[in-house]
């Protein structure tokens, strides 16, 4: 077991399940106290990574209120040791997602997660990072940011704002110590892919060159290697985890 992150303390949305829970796991792996922070109930995550011999704890948030951030960081006895922080929590329209049948209530809550969630985290932990001189902040964009696909307008247009604002915000802090990236994951098997027909399944796989979707825990492996002292040097970056898919 890596020991990288041993003594910072990683702040991980969508924590409760899929690509955010093997984020949660793997950073507690490599040494981080993580905060396990969802709407949903992080307590499986964290018994997992407590059952593994690491540090973590849950924290109820709803990443679209601001309010709620501020709360919850200072609710915790050392709120501001938050040095490496990983906008996980992300979410697709719940209906039709096309430029004419898309509602205004699913856009603004794919903006609203996908988006705001992002910016709002950032907000409250880079003045902490800042004053630490050190931070790292990952966000998760997507392949649907990159390469264009029916029935994701809100969602492509979501993702494409987060590779806008790792770049923007990496400029900002590149003289600070934080270092702002993201990574554009391919189809990835999460629950997120609930009630896809294996059709659908099977022809997202022929879509990427290396012929399978992807695993949480590779994102994972991205991840701890962007939120460590090696990863340095690489800042305003959104880096492809696709199998190949942008450029086949
Ligand atoms: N699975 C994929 O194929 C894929 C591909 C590319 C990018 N992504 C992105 O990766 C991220 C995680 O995806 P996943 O597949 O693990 O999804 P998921 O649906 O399995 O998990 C998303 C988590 O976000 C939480 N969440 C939703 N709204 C929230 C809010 N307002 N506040 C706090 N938490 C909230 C949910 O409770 C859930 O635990 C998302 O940003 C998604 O867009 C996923």
């Not at 792996?29 to 018994?47: F, I, K, M, S, Y």
């Not at 922080?85 to 794919?110: H, Y």
């Not at 264009?148 to 494409?160: D, I, N, R």
Request: net charge negative.
């Amino acid at each position: 077991m890596s020991q990288i992150h041993r003594g910072k303390t990683a702040l991980v949305t969508g924590a409760h399940q899929g690509i955010g829970r093997a984020v949660a796991l793997r950073l507690a792996e490599d040494g981080a106290h993580v905060l396990c922070a969802d709407l949903g109930n992080c307590r499986e995550t964290v018994t997992a990574i407590q059952d593994a011999g690491g540090s973590s704890e849950a924290l109820s948030l709803d990443v679209t209120n601001e309010s709620n951030w501020a709360s919850v960081l200072n609710s915790r006895q050392s709120g501001d040791d938050v040095s490496i922080l990983v906008n996980v929590a992300g979410v697709l329209a719940k209906g039709p997602d096309t430029l004419e049948e898309i509602s205004d209530s699913d856009w603004d809550l794919v903006m609203g997660v996908n988006v705001r969630g992002a910016v709002n985290g950032m907000r409250a932990v880079a003045p902490r990072m800042v004053a630490a001189e050190w931070g790292r902040i990952i966000n998760i964009s997507s392949m649907a940011a990159l390469k264009g696909q029916p029935g994701l307008l809100a969602y492509s247009a979501s993702k494409g704002a987060v590779v806008g604002l790792t770049q923007q915000t990496a400029v900002e802090y590149a003289h600070t110590g934080v270092t702002v990236n993201a990574i554009a994951p391919g189809v990835t098997e999460t629950p997120i892919l609930a009630g896809m027909s294996e059709e659908s399944r099977l022809s997202y796989s022929a879509n990427h060159a290396i012929k399978r979707l992807a695993q949480p825990r590779e994102l994972a492996a991205l991840i701890s290697y962007l939120a460590g002292d090696d990863a340095a040097f690489v800042t305003g970056q959104t880096i492809s985890i696709d199998g190949g898919a942008t450029i086949s």
